[in-house]
């Protein structure tokens, strides 16, 4: 099974600035990884897939980068509405998917 | 855009069966681009994949639970549906239906969810 692993486990940022979550894999694998976003009480949404493509309806400033084993998803300026965890998740070696443990981003 | 619903029981008594259905609307899920599947998240923790079905027949469960966790699909009505045997109180979780969708390089990744059911088991 492929560990993945986030930091920071939380973030504290001002509105409008740059946010910036990373994930390691414990193994190689590929841009077959993707990014959630999950607020308080609510199902989590995907944001991007396959390393670095916005899902639908996901705003410009969400952004992903990296192969391998290492990644990082970017909020390049954080709107209040962006407060909230978020968790990669590895698609590509054979079931079981796994998630990271979650990075809460909250209001500095 | 596809619609998850749940439905199913809050409350599950200790070794009794947990039972969820999940339907779907504006997609058959006898369509062959997708898997179905199920995550739950603990309170307070982190996202587990429980595992996922396909019209093929195709089905894959985490090995923590494959002993316990069975998903059916039904054409008949677009639902699909987890049981999980023998629950214990380490059962207790928001559970969340889903819809996985092929990668550009393989693999599946989960484009659209379900609410949420949160099960609580008790006696």
């Known amino acids: 099974e492929v560990v993945m692993t986030q930091s920071p486990a939380t973030l504290s940022v001002s509105p409008g600035e740059r946010a910036t979550v990373s994930c390691r894999a414990s193994q190689n694998v590929g841009s077959n990884l993707a990014w959630y976003q999950q607020k308080r009480g609510q199902a989590p949404r995907l944001l991007i897939h396959?390393?670095?493509t916005r899902a639908t309806g996901i705003p410009a400033r969400f952004s992903g980068s990296g192969s391998g084993t290492e990644f990082t998803l970017t909020i390049s300026s954080l709107q209040s509405e962006d407060f909230a965890f978020y968790y990669c998740q590895q698609y590509n070696n054979w079931p079981p998917w796994t998630f990271g443990q979650g990075t809460e981003v909250e209001i500095k | 855009q596809v619609q998850l619903q749940q439905s199913g029981p809050g409350l599950v008594k200790p070794s009794q069966t947990l039972s969820l259905t999940c339907a779907v609307s504006d997609v058959s899920i006898n369509n062959y681009l997708y898997y179905w599947s199920w995550i739950r998240q603990h309170p307070g923790k982190g996202l587990e994949w429980i595992g996922y079905s396909h019209y093929s027949g195709a089905t894959y469960y985490s090995p923590s639970l494959r002993s316990r966790a069975t998903i059916f699909l039904d054409t008949s009505t677009n639902q699909f549906s987890l049981e999980l045997r023998s629950v214990t109180a380490a059962d207790a979780a928001v559970y969340y239906c889903a819809r996985e969708k092929g990668g550009a390089r393989g693999g599946y990744y989960l484009d659209s969810w379900g609410q949420g059911t949160l099960v609580t088991v008790s006696s």
């Open positions: 396959d390393a670095s």
